[in-house]
């Protein structure tokens, strides 16, 4: 019984640093100022015009990393869970996870090196996997400075 225990202090131990250090990366990522946003619906030349365009205003360095925030919604709280569950297990950190009205939203993020071609595949792929696991909307992305 002794041993039981001491296995299932051990867990909780790590449970509670585990919650810390994902408390510590939504703190992180909910405070950087985001600079623009990415629709799910936007076209490759959308993309490249306005990667142009932050280029020429040297807002971001935008051949360099970046924080890029995905954000998901629906009605299916559960869904959203096991998506974030999933992205979590994928490399992605949880900036937000809130209902609001009968309407769930999920935004996590990450730190990564887009082109206009790869930021198109990743919407085309996290609108798939949300669609696999029962999320409605994928709703694009935003990105700012890596703080």
Known sequence: MKTRTARVQRHKRRAGLARAAVVALVLAWSTSALAQRFAASISRAQIEIEFERMRAAHELRIDGPLAWTFTFSGADSAALEA????????????????????????????????TPASLERRGHELSALARGLGVPSYEGADVGPVR
Not at 86 to 100: E, F, M, N, P, T
Not at 107 to 112: A, L, Y
């Open 83 to 114: 998506l974030s569950l999933r992205l979590v297990r994928d490399g992605y950190a949880i900036v937000s996870l809130h209902s609001d009205a009968g309407r769930t939203v999920l935004r996590v993020g990450r730190t990564e090196l887009h």
